[in-house]
């Protein structure tokens, strides 16, 4: 693949914001109302909503030409697409209410964690004996506060599963390992800051330091791909979950877009 310069970068941001608002609103008109008391209902929407916001806010950071900052967040689309996945793939509904009521385990720990550090505190005492009284019984289902799923226990093996939900995929579309150790690992190297995303930051020799690095447009380029992908990747999955019948409509957009990989 040649090198993408920096012009060209405004085109694929565009063609990717074009294609999360036409996602938007081929949903939109469906005018569809959530079960917002059903897990199985509320939980794949409210991953919609926020693989929208995440998407949104990735491409502001690309076109400000933080590309290297864009991946990082863009984990986040890619972290909730393999959660999705592994919630929708079989036995939904206590899969989707194990997710759903993990908020109990975390603000179980939140209160605990605050009274550990004001020992004494009516303030802390209170939370936490409020926390025991409304959340107890959903807290205590959950054997860490660190992951929402008991039994596989981290996003690896969520990504181990097989696909269920959609057939006929052949390997490595059958599960979503080879995302994660690819796709998610790259972008983990951002978000952990490790020594090779601090590359771009590397201080100049022979000049005086100022506190800025030099951006890479091909980091943008990787953000605003990977993110649109892993918001189609989410789109598909609720689509076909909740038998909207949107893939011709999700199936056009994305081949729009898909029409700039020509131009490399």
Same mark, same amino acid.
């Given at each position: 693949?040649?090198?993408?310069?920096?012009?060209?970068?405004?085109?694929?941001?565009?063609?990717?914001?074009?294609?999360? !608002?036409?996602? !938007?609103?081929?949903?939109?008109?469906?005018?569809?109302?959530?079960?917002?008391?059903?897990?199985?209902?509320?939980?794949?929407?409210?991953?919609?909503?926020?693989?929208?916001?995440?998407?949104?806010?990735?491409?502001?950071?690309?076109?400000? =030409?933080? =590309?290297?900052?864009?991946?990082?967040?863009? !984990?986040? /689309?890619?972290?909730?697409?393999?959660?999705?996945?592994? &919630?929708?793939?079989?036995?939904?509904?206590?899969?989707?209410?194990? @997710?759903?009521?993990f908020v109990a385990k975390r603000k179980e720990y939140a209160a605990k964690t605050f009274a550990k550090y004001q020992p004494g505190s009516l303030v802390a005492a209170n939370a936490v004996? @409020?926390?025991?009284?409304?959340?107890?019984?959903?807290?205590?289902?959950?054997?860490?506060?660190?992951?929402?799923?008991?039994?596989?226990?981290?996003?690896?093996?969520?990504?181990?599963?097989?696909?269920?939900?959609?057939? =006929?995929?052949?390997?490595?579309?059958?599960?979503? /390992?080879?995302?994660?150790?690819?796709?998610?690992?790259?972008?983990?190297?951002?978000?952990?800051?490790?020594?090779?995303?601090?590359?771009?930051?590397?201080?100049?020799?022979?000049?005086?330091?100022?506190?800025?690095?030099?951006?890479?447009?091909?980091?943008?380029?990787?953000?605003?791909?990977?993110?649109?992908?892993?918001?189609?990747? &989410?789109?598909?999955?609720?689509?076909?979950?909740?038998?909207?019948?949107?893939?011709?409509?999700?199936? =056009?957009?994305h081949k729009e877009f898909a029409k700039l990989f020509d131009t490399l």
């Amino acid at each position: 693949m040649r090198v993408i310069r920096e012009p060209e970068l405004t085109t694929w941001i565009e063609a990717a914001t074009t294609s999360a !608002r036409q996602l !938007r609103e081929a949903i939109a008109v469906e005018e569809i109302y959530v079960a917002t008391g059903v897990a199985t209902s509320s939980v794949s929407y409210e991953h919609l909503t926020k693989a929208f916001q995440v998407h949104e806010a990735v491409l502001i950071l690309c076109r400000a =030409g933080y =590309g290297s900052e864009a991946i990082a967040l863009s !984990r986040t /689309l890619l972290e909730m697409y393999i959660t999705l996945r592994w &919630i929708t793939n079989q036995d939904q509904s206590r899969r989707a209410e194990e @997710f759903a009521f993990f908020v109990a385990k975390r603000k179980e720990y939140a209160a605990k964690t605050f009274a550990k550090y004001q020992p004494g505190s009516l303030v802390a005492a209170n939370a936490v004996a @409020f926390v025991e009284n409304t959340y107890k019984q959903y807290a205590d289902k959950y054997a860490s506060w660190v992951f929402w799923s008991n039994k596989p226990n981290n996003l690896r093996q969520l990504a181990e599963e097989k696909e269920t939900l959609i057939s =006929g995929l052949s390997p490595p579309n059958d599960d979503a /390992l080879m995302l994660y150790e690819l796709f998610y690992s790259h972008a983990s190297d951002y978000v952990h800051v490790t020594a090779l995303a601090l590359d771009e930051v590397f201080p100049p020799a022979g000049a005086p330091y100022t506190g800025t690095g030099i951006r890479q447009p091909r980091h943008v380029f990787e953000a605003v791909v990977y993110a649109t992908q892993w918001l189609f990747h &989410i789109m598909i999955r609720v689509d076909t979950y909740r038998q909207l019948g949107l893939g011709d409509k999700i199936d =056009g957009i994305h081949k729009e877009f898909a029409k700039l990989f020509d131009t490399l």
